[in-house]
């Protein structure tokens, strides 16, 4: 399983304004029959921006993110994370925490465009396209 990073999904909502090839249509040609899966904490990260106001924006962030798996919030997810920010030597984002611990207990790859915040969990899979 790919779970996909907020970033990954902005990326494809601002990309397309471009006619571009966003990393999630690259990974989805790449790994057509790899499960693609989605942090509920990442939903609520999408909904903070302003676009979703925008009833046709929303509808397409809707179209984008309703294929993809959308991975719930336990508490061993919230276990988990707490021990991730708490064992990190650097600072690192709740959101981010949060969708780390996903990815492990869900025995997923992240795929990120922001390795860096992430480099440094233990057990942790990064996805990687080529």
């Known amino acids: 399983m790919v779970i996909l990073d907020?970033?990954?999904i902005i990326d494809h909502l601002r990309i397309q304004k471009a006619q571009s090839e966003s990393l999630l249509m690259q990974i989805a040609k790449q790994k057509p029959k790899?499960?693609?899966a989605l942090s509920i904490v990442s939903v609520q990260e999408l909904y903070e921006g302003q676009s979703t106001k925008d009833d046709h924006k929303e509808?397409?962030?809707?179209?984008?993110?309703?294929?993809?798996?959308?991975?719930?919030?336990?508490?061993?997810?919230?276990?988990?994370?707490g021990e991730?920010?708490?064992?990190l030597r650097r600072p690192i984002e709740l959101a981010d925490a949060i969708i780390a611990?996903?990815?492990?207990?869900?025995?997923g790859f992240l795929l990120t465009q922001n390795n860096k915040y992430?480099?440094?969990?233990?057990?942790l899979r990064l996805a990687n396209l080529r």
Do not use: C
């Not at 509808?59 to 994370?81: F, G, N, R, V, W």
């Not at 992430?118 to 057990?123: C, K, L, M, P, S």
């Open 6 to 8: 907020t970033n990954i």
């Open 34 to 36: 790899e499960v693609l």
């Open 59 to 81: 509808q397409y962030l809707l179209a984008t993110i309703s294929p993809l798996k959308i991975l719930a919030y336990t508490y061993e997810t919230a276990k988990l994370a």
């Open 84 to 87: 991730i920010a708490r064992d």
């Open 101 to 107: 611990a996903t990815t492990i207990l869900n025995d």
């Open 118 to 123: 992430f480099a440094n969990i233990a057990e």
